[in-house]
């Protein structure tokens, strides 16, 4: 049997932060400074800064990314942007984040029809999953990610093993975010591996390569113990990835792990 293949994916949400005048400059700084071909990076800046972010980009081999889409292609949807509109903007978009879910009552049914959209317009979805502490402490973590990927994937494997190809999944226990508390990475590698088993469970074609990262409080300082976890493919990062420097030093400890998988034969 030939060995699973993931790539390292290193994605940076800037949620709402950065103006339309420093966007283009900050996303070139981290491309030079994360040049690391073996990585795959991704910025994910606000809708109104993609267009000069994509200029800035433009020649290197980092994506952008959208932080969010609406669940419909067109509509009577004022001030929302729509899966096709951000085609030719952004090769990605975040999906289901938990910040979303808490302020915009996103539930796991708009978000499988957000990834929906996202399929249909070529853009590849990281779908966002994770457990609040108190499901955390009660011993429900992994069920409650299991009922997120339910919701959001089981209508589209529904329609045929390959229809979520090219999914990423971002594990982000909620109280690890934006809180500088990370989760241990023997636990976030655990359950790595568990929502590739669900999304096996569900039908999904060749769901051991399905790239699934880490997201929380991810720092230069903490990224190594989640890369040394062989189920955990890369990070999403937050408050970090606004900082050059940062920036420099995830993407640099995430190439020692794409050239290890690499000579290792396992990426
Ligand atoms: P954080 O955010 O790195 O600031 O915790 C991560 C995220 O919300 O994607």
Redesign the pocket.
Same mark, same amino acid.
């Given at each position: 049997m030939m060995p699973v293949v993931r790539p390292v994916v290193i994605v940076a949400?800037w949620?709402m932060h950065t103006t339309l005048a420093d966007a283009g400059e900050l996303a070139s700084s981290i491309a030079r400074a994360t040049a690391h071909p073996r990585v795959t990076r991704v910025i994910c800046p606000p809708h109104v800064s993609l267009a000069a972010v994509s200029a800035a980009l433009r020649g290197t081999d980092v994506a952008v990314g959208a932080q969010d889409c609406h669940s419909e292609a067109f509509g009577p949807y004022t001030g929302s942007v729509s899966a096709p509109m951000l085609a030719g903007l952004a090769t990605w978009c975040l999906v289901g984040?938990?910040?979303r879910r808490r302020d915009q009552t996103e539930t796991d049914e708009l978000i499988s029809r957000k990834l929906l959209r996202c399929f249909e317009a070529g853009l590849r979805p990281v779908l966002?999953v994770g457990e609040q502490l108190e499901e955390r402490d009660d011993g429900r973590a992994a069920a409650t990610v299991r009922t997120q990927l339910e919701g959001a994937l089981g209508a589209i494997i529904g329609r045929g093993p390959d229809a979520a190809a090219g999914l990423v999944v971002?594990y982000?226990p909620v109280w690890?975010? $934006?809180?500088g508390r990370t989760a241990r990475g023997a636990d976030a590698a655990s359950m790595a591996q568990a929502i590739r088993d669900v999304a096996d469970g569900l039908g999904m074609d060749d769901a051991a390569s399905l790239p699934v990262l880490y997201? $929380?409080?991810?720092t230069s300082a903490t990224i190594g113990e989640f890369l040394a976890e062989p189920t955990i493919d890369g990070a999403?990062?937050? $408050?970090?990835?606004l900082k050059v420097e940062e920036m420099a030093g995830i993407v640099a400890r995430a190439s020692v792990t794409a050239e290890a998988r690499q000579s290792a034969g396992v990426a």
């Amino acid at each position: 049997m030939m060995p699973v293949v993931r790539p390292v994916v290193i994605v940076a949400n800037w949620k709402m932060h950065t103006t339309l005048a420093d966007a283009g400059e900050l996303a070139s700084s981290i491309a030079r400074a994360t040049a690391h071909p073996r990585v795959t990076r991704v910025i994910c800046p606000p809708h109104v800064s993609l267009a000069a972010v994509s200029a800035a980009l433009r020649g290197t081999d980092v994506a952008v990314g959208a932080q969010d889409c609406h669940s419909e292609a067109f509509g009577p949807y004022t001030g929302s942007v729509s899966a096709p509109m951000l085609a030719g903007l952004a090769t990605w978009c975040l999906v289901g984040h938990s910040e979303r879910r808490r302020d915009q009552t996103e539930t796991d049914e708009l978000i499988s029809r957000k990834l929906l959209r996202c399929f249909e317009a070529g853009l590849r979805p990281v779908l966002c999953v994770g457990e609040q502490l108190e499901e955390r402490d009660d011993g429900r973590a992994a069920a409650t990610v299991r009922t997120q990927l339910e919701g959001a994937l089981g209508a589209i494997i529904g329609r045929g093993p390959d229809a979520a190809a090219g999914l990423v999944v971002a594990y982000e226990p909620v109280w690890a975010i $934006g809180t500088g508390r990370t989760a241990r990475g023997a636990d976030a590698a655990s359950m790595a591996q568990a929502i590739r088993d669900v999304a096996d469970g569900l039908g999904m074609d060749d769901a051991a390569s399905l790239p699934v990262l880490y997201g $929380g409080s991810v720092t230069s300082a903490t990224i190594g113990e989640f890369l040394a976890e062989p189920t955990i493919d890369g990070a999403l990062v937050g $408050g970090a990835s606004l900082k050059v420097e940062e920036m420099a030093g995830i993407v640099a400890r995430a190439s020692v792990t794409a050239e290890a998988r690499q000579s290792a034969g396992v990426a």
